[in-house]
């Protein structure tokens, strides 16, 4: 009678044991899977962002070297609608960085690659100075980049 209360008591307490383990498995199987996706949402908002970027960049080019040229004025006004909505897509991935990513660097980083782009407007006094101000906001792209691919980098 003693040996079958044991092996009852036995097979109880190696149920509640593989319970525990698995409840633990399945924690850290849940976790695993919350980071995996906040990665990918992170790597989302970083490449959205940086193309986001490079496409006003090159609208504010076009812009600005239409009007440095003396372009026709519907021309001129259909460039400056291309490059509204190209600053308006901005919006989204910029926001969407500074939620996901909260390292003051690679937010810092978002914030000037934009700001560059936005010069470009006033920058469009000759072809040398808009020259400039382009380089300065592919420069600032590049390090945008660097910093979130320094964060985002598995540990």
């Known amino acids: 009678m003693l040996a079958t209360v ?13 319970g525990v383990f698995q409840q ?3 924690g850290r199987i849940a976790a695993a899977a919350t980071t995996e996706q906040l990665r990918r949402e992170r790597l989302e ?44 897509a901005i919006t989204r991935p910029l926001v969407a960085v500074q939620v996901l990513i909260p390292d003051p660097a690679v937010r810092a980083a978002a914030q000037n690659m934009v700001t560059a782009a ?16 382009r380089e300065e906001s592919r420069v600032a792209q590049d390090q945008f980049v660097s910093a979130a691919a320094a964060y985002l980098a598995p540990a």
Do not use: C, F, K
């Open 6 to 18: 044991i092996a009852v008591l036995g097979t109880l307490l190696g149920a509640v044991v593989a």
């Open 24 to 26: 633990r498995q399945a």
């Open 45 to 88: 908002a970083v490449t959205a962002l940086a193309a986001a970027g490079s496409d006003h960049r090159r609208a504010m080019w076009m812009r600005g070297e239409a009007a440095l040229t003396g372009a026709a004025p519907e021309q001129l006004e259909a460039l400056r609608t291309a490059s509204h909505a190209t600053r308006s």
């Open 118 to 133: 936005y010069l470009m407007r006033e920058a469009a006094t000759t072809t040398d100075a808009l020259t400039i101000a």
